[in-house]
């Protein structure tokens, strides 16, 4: 097949996003680089490409993120029903590139993360904080606009289930935390690399995202191998970045959005998108040759891209 032959192409992808939990754990003293991508075959229509079995929720997975925010399946969380304690790193913390984002490898500041039982998604207590990565540009939705940039805070629980606190990032101003983060970036531009920053001051960063109301939802990892059951709470409250260091961080980090992904509990949408051009089930169309299966397997692939690319929202431009 057209598409399939990329699994032959490509070594398995690594876990971005859950990176330090159980689902992808960390090698002391070495920086693994990601061989999953965003363009091209290792990109977000080909990571079941990647690694068929590993990989298969993100080609078939009914929950998958991100998403479009508000949207139905997703809930209001009031911050008081949130408690995120996350002690300072006055000595800074390591910051890594992953090849496919940088993180800040957190476990040590000893944060925690425990959701009230009057949540939608039930109660959550123990879950503590592993690290934190970012996106460019923003990989969920604000009322139908992405924003300059995201933030995920990746929390693991005793029996390994993963909740991430995620908040947009706009480029208007130095804020809490991201511009100690960035003014380092630049030592790790390359895939592999590791780098302390500054202290950083996360309790800040606590208080501010505790400010608001959270959207609440189960979806998925948004990188391979897009497990399902994570517990998402998108902060209302916008972090800021100077201009400046956004700059630092695009230079280094580059594009790393997977596009939104279909209405929870509906179809993924790459299976939506395989269909297209389908005739309906019992339509004879003529007799098929092996030329004519070719070519409607690569325009499934074809009309793939082409309805996630209908989703797609221009990258802002920070003022």
């Known amino acids: 097949m057209w598409v399939a032959l990329a699994a032959h192409l490509i070594t398995p992808a690594l876990s971005g996003c859950a990176y330090g939990t159980a689902i992808e754990p960390r090698v002391e003293g070495s920086v693994p680089v990601n061989t999953f991508g965003y363009i091209g075959l290792a990109g977000p229509i080909n990571w079941v490409g990647l690694d068929p079995e590993a990989n298969a929720l993100c080609g078939i997975g009914t929950?998958?993120?991100p998403i479009g925010l508000p949207s139905p399946g997703v809930?209001?969380?009031?911050?008081?029903?949130?408690?995120?304690?996350?002690?300072?790193?006055?000595?800074?913390?390591?910051?890594?590139?992953?090849?496919?984002?940088?993180?800040v490898a957190a476990s040590e500041a000893g944060g925690t993360l425990e959701v009230g039982a009057d949540s939608p998604l039930g109660a959550l207590a123990?879950?503590?904080?592993?690290?934190?990565?970012f996106h460019l540009p923003s990989e969920?939705?604000?009322?139908?606009?992405?924003?300059?940039?995201?933030?995920h805070m990746v929390f693991e629980g005793e029996g390994g289930q993963v909740a991430v606190v995620a908040a947009f990032v706009d480029a208007d101003g130095p804020g809490p935390v991201l511009e100690d983060v960035f003014?380092?970036?630049?030592?790790?531009?390359?895939?592999?690399?590791?780098?302390?920053?500054?202290?950083?001051?996360?309790?800040?960063?606590?208080?501010?995202?505790?400010?608001g109301q959270f959207q609440t939802y189960s979806g998925s990892?948004?990188?391979?191998?897009?497990?399902?059951?994570?517990?998402?709470?998108?902060?209302?409250?916008?972090?800021?970045?100077?201009?400046?260091?956004?700059?630092?961080?695009?230079?280094?980090?580059?594009?790393?959005?997977?596009?939104?992904q279909n209405t929870l509990g509906e179809p993924n949408i790459l299976q939506v998108a395989?269909?297209?051009?389908?005739?309906?089930?019992?339509?004879?169309?003529?007799?098929a040759t092996a030329s004519d299966t070719e070519d409607a397997e690569r325009m499934a692939s074809i009309a793939a891209l082409a309805a996630v690319m209908a989703t797609w929202v221009p990258i802002p431009i920070p003022p």
């Open 75 to 103: 809930s209001a969380l009031q911050a008081t029903s949130v408690t995120l304690s996350i002690p300072d790193l006055p000595n800074g913390a390591p910051l890594e590139n992953l090849g496919t984002t940088v993180e």
């Open 221 to 260: 990892l948004t990188t391979p191998p897009c497990t399902e059951g994570v517990t998402w709470l998108v902060s209302t409250e916008t972090l800021s970045i100077s201009r400046e260091g956004f700059e630092r961080a695009r230079d280094v980090i580059g594009f790393n959005a997977r596009f939104p």
């Open 140 to 151: 969920h939705l604000d009322n139908g606009t992405s924003r300059a940039m995201e933030m």
């Open 274 to 287: 395989s269909q297209a051009g389908v005739p309906p089930e019992g339509e004879v169309v003529g007799e």
């Open 126 to 133: 123990g879950f503590r904080l592993e690290q934190l990565h």
């Open 183 to 211: 003014s380092v970036v630049g030592d790790v531009a390359a895939p592999g690399s590791v780098v302390t920053t500054p202290g950083l001051a996360l309790s800040e960063l606590a208080r501010v995202l505790s400010a």
């Open 63 to 65: 929950r998958q993120s």
